[in-house]
């Protein structure tokens, strides 16, 4: 078992950063995935790293603006958004898969956080 716990989200202005934070309760797991969900929108998958190997994947909407980071030590991943834009707006969440090091499938993904909410004014 996994406990996960966000911080970081807030209201930002159009082009403005926020940085991320999800604390992991152990390490006991292969990868740490972010994903959003607006609202009237489904969850989407925003990025994921391979937390042994630190390999990572982004979606198409945030390369390039977003980066996704962890202190393997400390047990914390982090998602430093930069640039960020009205389409930003929603709940993230982090999530941490047991087996699979970058899944981009949620279904993958066993232990959640309980999201933390991101505003993009423009």
């Known amino acids: 078992q996994v406990q996960l716990v966000e911080s970081g989200g807030g209201v930002v202005q159009d082009g403005g950063s926020l940085r991320l934070s999800c604390v992991a309760s152990n390490h006991h797991f292969a990868g740490m995935g972010w994903f959003r969900q607006a609202p009237g929108k489904q969850r989407e998958f925003v990025a994921v790293?391979?937390?042994?190997?630190?390999?990572?994947s982004y979606s198409n909407a945030v390369k390039g603006r977003f980066t996704i980071s962890r202190d393997y030590k400390k047990n914390i991943g982090y998602l430093q958004m930069n640039n960020l834009k009205p389409d930003d707006t929603a709940v993230y969440y982090c999530?941490?898969?047991?087996?699979?090091?970058?899944?981009?499938?949620?279904?993958?993904?066993?232990?959640w956080g309980q999201g933390t909410q991101v505003t993009v004014a423009s």
């Open positions: 999530a941490c898969s047991r087996f699979y090091p970058r899944g981009i499938d949620q279904r993958t993904y066993e232990f």
């Open positions: 790293i391979d937390w042994i190997g630190g390999t990572m």
